[in-house]
């Protein structure tokens, strides 16, 4: 067992299992908030996940590996609740629990074998509309900027829609509360697009396919989006490198001319990012806003990690009613942006999204959440 204990991974189980199923959830999230209660609810499940170090997601990590064997050897009496391509999502019962303890407890050396040899990495690319309209604000205040509209059509739920009108792809997102997003008109457009992972995902390889498969909660809109945005992904070559972010990130920035704007953006690492390395990535943003402008849209949940939760990874001012949700109705994340403009930085909350990126909520930017960094 990690030093920590079975209770942190209690926590983050009970954050994740409460932010999908909320009040008014789709149905089809309910299998995944099933797996993370089944693991929050049995202490024998809870050990098992203890045994992987803290550092590598608990709680994440042991549901995404239960879920990459289960997809292998298709046990009987448990596979029918998984979906399969094509067909409606099944629905879940009081039988799901003890048929997913006892498959985990039967292969737990199967399991910690996979939890060993992988690292935790659920893509969503349906947070890409969270991140699109994001770059439409920057947009509004950098007007001719060298950004690019993205590779999706982005559709609210409102019926407004942007980004690429013919793309193969089309992510819905519905908007609650009062506030509607505001819609970029144009997306601008993106002179370079770098991606850092270090463990990228081979879109071409059927092994890391399953495995980034794994990693998405089992929901048929899901896995549909994930499978449309491979194929698309695998047409667009040559943008990832595998590194480290932070370590990464100086080199980048150095190399991109003085007459385009930075756009840093990061979608669910910095959450998984030790306190240590969040300080440098907020510090080399700092350092480099000071001599160039230069933007940070940041889309993570609140740290500490599990139901704790309580600052942004942006070290931006959190309003007291977000955090009462968070620690209350579990898992969302902040969709933060830093801007720095001739050596002034400033930072806003812009809207709070289910991590699926498939809901979010604009948030008033005059009552919290702006400060200045
Ligand atoms: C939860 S996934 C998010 C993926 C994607 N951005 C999204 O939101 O759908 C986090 C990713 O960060 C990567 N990662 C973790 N630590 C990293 C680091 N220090 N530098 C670069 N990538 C890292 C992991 O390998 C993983 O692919």
Redesign the pocket.
Known sequence: MNGAGTDPVRGQATEIARGWSAPGAPASWALTAAIFDALAHDEDLLALAADVPADRLPALLFCASAGYLIAEREPEGLIGYFPTEGDPQPAVDAAFEPAFRGFCLDHRDELAAVCARR??????VA?TTQVALALGVVGRRHPGLGLHPDRYRHLMGDGRQFGDARSRLTLHCESDGPLAPPIPGEMPPIEARIG????PIDVTDPDDLRWARACLPPETGSLDRFDRAARLVAAHPGHLRRG???EELPAILDAIPDDVLPVVTD???AV??ADE?RRRLRQLVRQWGDVRDLVWISLDPLVPLGVEGRHSVQALDVPENLVTEYQRDGVFALLGLVSFEHGHGSGTLLARAHPSGTRMRWLDQATGGAAAV
Do not use: E, L
């Open positions: 690292r935790y990495q659920m893509n969503d947070r850092v992972d270090v463990a480290d972010a932070i979608t669910y690492p998984f990012f390395q």
